[in-house]
């Protein structure tokens, strides 16, 4: 699978609300996700505006797991928002600017 599956699984999954964030301690700055789902719809919304180039994997640092990082711009901003799967679960590191 590649950018636009990725894209595509976790939008479904931020529309259906079957996704998870991960905790950390700095998840308030790093996550607009985390204890306010009022973002989901931005995010949808900016994962849509994403192009090909504004995307990139890494290895998460503790799971063996690939992080997908989408780094779309709006207003001028760029975002950065990155998730990876764990079970099937899309699991949603960061989402800021």
Request: with cysteine; aromatic share 14%; proline share 1%.
């Amino acid at each position: 699978m590649g950018f636009k599956e990725y894209r595509t699984l976790l939008v479904e999954a931020l529309r259906s609300k079957q996704y998870i964030n991960e905790e950390r301690t700095d998840a308030e700055e790093k996550n607009l996700l985390y204890g306010d789902a009022a973002y989901e719809e931005l995010v949808v919304r900016l994962l849509l505006r994403c192009a090909g180039w504004e995307y990139s994997t890494s290895r998460h640092h503790f799971r063996d797991a690939d992080c997908h990082i989408f780094t779309p711009t709006l207003g001028g901003d760029r975002w950065y928002i990155k998730a990876y799967w764990h079970r099937g679960v899309a699991v949603v590191v960061s989402v800021h600017r």
